[in-house]
């Protein structure tokens, strides 16, 4: 695992008059991360993003892009660092091929023709080059974005709600090019979203943010298994055996049971237990026609650190 730190965050606070749109925010972000950034709108994703990009200026605290202060970036540091933003920002009446020619020269990249040629055939739009992107579907703009993007070459892709306002299967087709992005070209991603389901899709990592303060950060699974909880949900062929099932678990001391239709959903807090259980159903004749277990999920994760109120972080 590459531990060279990419993004760091350092007790970042942010104010704008009596608002405080973050408090003390620190994380990490390593190369090669896939990093979701998770939070409800107005939760702080945007001025996080500001801040690295050293756009704002934090009111106490440090932040650092490729080991720089972001408040003193480099020309060189900016040019590794691509954006694909809510809102594309593309000239409509352009075609592909001129709107990256534009940014190609703002950006003094070399051999621009042949670096549009690579970044249309990884998205897939070098056929439609000569098309103005007025004619564009919002998926295409979309992917023409994150070739602009990737114009530079960049260290550090930040996406800011990359799939907002496209359809399903659209969705789907961004997310596979991000994971595509960080694997076969080596880039490090910051997602900022509140899509939950695309976090879960597409990263590895995740900060949950919510009024400014980063409640949780760390692996997806590992966050998933730190109190090592898991809902088990056993299936039964009638509801005699349910009824049965019921009770044996309410005299072995299980008091988060839920019963639905002819399934039980009880939460254990090791997988051992299953056996336990079972061993005491076939003890009492109850008959079992299936068991699922399942850990919690990100959107778990989600609920219990910012619905709930978590404080953690």
Avoid at 284 to 310: A, C, M, W
């Amino acid at each position: 695992m590459n531990t060279q730190v990419i993004i760091s965050f350092e007790e970042v606070s942010k104010r704008f008059g009596p608002i405080e749109a973050l408090r003390k925010v620190s994380f990490q972000v390593c190369r090669g991360d896939v990093f979701g950034y998770l939070g409800p709108n107005g939760a702080g994703k945007t001025t996080t993003i500001r801040i690295i990009l050293g756009l704002l200026i934090p009111n106490e605290g440090k932040a650092t892009v490729l080991g720089n202060d972001s408040t003193n970036l480099l020309l060189n540091t900016k040019k590794e660092i691509g954006t694909v933003l809510e809102t594309d920002g593309l000239y409509p009446d352009l075609s592909a091929e001129e709107n990256l020619t534009f940014y190609g020269r703002v950006y003094s990249i070399q051999d621009i023709s042949l670096r549009i040629k690579e970044v249309l055939d990884f998205v897939g739009l070098y056929n439609r080059r000569k098309d103005p992107v007025k004619k564009y579907s919002r998926g295409m703009k979309r992917r023409l974005a994150i070739a602009r993007a990737m114009m530079v070459r960049p260290s550090i892709l930040i996406f800011d709600e990359p799939t907002t306002g496209l359809d399903p299967e659209q969705q789907g087709h961004i997310q596979q090019m991000i994971k595509k992005v960080a694997t076969e070209e080596n880039v490090t991603i910051f997602l900022s979203s509140h899509n939950l389901n695309e976090v879960q899709e597409v990263c590895d990592k995740i900060g949950i943010v919510n009024n400014g303060r980063l409640l949780v950060t760390g692996g997806i699974d590992e966050l998933a298994k730190v109190d090592r909880k898991l809902q088990v949900r056993f299936a039964f062929p009638s509801h005699d055996n349910l009824s049965r099932a019921e009770k044996i678990l309410l005299r072995l001391g299980y008091s988060t049971i839920k019963v639905e239709q002819q399934e039980i959903s009880v939460q254990l807090s090791d997988e051992a237990e299953i056996h336990s259980i079972v061993k005491k159903f076939i003890d009492n004749n109850v008959h079992v026609t299936e068991i699922r277990k399942q850990y919690p999920s990100i959107e778990d994760l989600y609920f219990k650190y910012v619905t709930r109120g978590g404080k953690g972080g």
